[in-house]
């Protein structure tokens, strides 16, 4: 990666400030109506835009009061003006590019908090009654569950992972095992940033007692990868152990974006779970 990038996103109070004074000044009127209100944040993934050399890919989040996320009306060609726009005033010093953007309720806004559950519920609930008026596809809770599934499977096999690098690095270093790893810089600022961000976002749960948690499955690879001395005697080669993880992080990133996978990816997931299990003893 390139030493001329910090990988560091803009303090977001003062990004969002800039935003909104943009989409004025370029007579995006609608857009900043319905941004009025929003906070924004960063999420910096590992992997390249492929839109510069070394630039990474980003994507926006944008928190919205609940009435004003209800209201949110914008077409397909008003997000990719949205997302021109936002890539337009990052700082290109940053190396990140953004890629995408994305919509939520804030969570300070909605009052009375239910559970899960219940808004699940009531989300099933609604669909179900304006199926018909929208045209709804009728398949959307069965292609859920299956998410769900695919879900529950990397969740086990990400954490399996962590849990064993954690396992053989303590073995070999002790407790300040971190440290004595050959980790990346890039993945190192990754994980401050991740962890710079939470610390802003008071309401995201604190993710784990160790930086291993702030990774996601291709960091972890490279980690596996760039320590092989010391993870080699666990996997027949290290081809095999990267490549199923870089095939799992594929299927992540799918999941991660709300985007269905399709029975090819569930089988790459469900095999390489199994694989990776039997491989380290889990079943």
Avoid at 146 to 151: I, K, L, S
Avoid at 210 to 234: H, T
Avoid at 259 to 283: C, M, P, T, W, Y
């Amino acid at each position: 990666m390139s030493s001329g990038f910090s990988y560091t996103p803009p303090e977001e109070s003062v990004y969002m400030k800039a935003l909104q004074v943009t989409l004025k000044k370029r007579g995006f009127q609608k857009i900043l109506d319905c941004l009025q209100n929003a906070r924004c944040s960063f999420y910096v993934s590992s992997s390249f835009s492929r839109i510069r050399w070394d630039g990474l890919s980003t994507v926006l989040t944008f928190g919205l009061p609940l009435d004003d996320y209800e209201r949110l009306d914008l077409s397909d060609e008003d997000k990719k003006e949205l997302v021109s726009v936002c890539d337009s005033i990052m700082p290109k010093e940053a190396g990140l590019d953004i890629t995408g953007i994305e919509f939520s309720p804030d969570i300070e806004s909605l009052g009375e908090v239910n559970t899960l559950k219940d808004d699940l519920d009531k989300i099933r609930d609604r669909l179900k009654q304006s199926a018909s008026k929208f045209n709804l596809p009728r398949d959307i809770i069965e292609k859920g569950n299956q998410m769900a599934e695919a879900y529950v499977y990397l969740y086990v096999v990400e954490n399996y992972i962590r849990l064993f690098v954690e396992r053989v690095a303590a073995e070999k270093y002790g407790t300040a095992y971190f440290s004595s790893l050959n980790i990346p810089a890039a993945v190192k600022r990754l994980i401050a940033n991740r962890k710079a961000q939470e610390a802003k976002n008071q309401w995201i749960s604190v993710r784990g007692g160790s930086d291993l948690f702030y990774m996601d499955f291709k960091e972890l690879g490279i980690i596996i990868q760039n320590n092989w001395d010391l993870f080699k005697q666990y996997f027949p080669d290290q081809a095999w152990i990267c490549s199923k993880i870089d095939e799992l992080g594929n299927c992540r990133n799918l999941i991660a974006h709300n985007s269905v996978i399709g029975d090819h990816e569930r089988d790459v997931i469900r095999v390489n779970f199994n694989s990776i299990a039997k491989q380290l003893g889990l079943v």
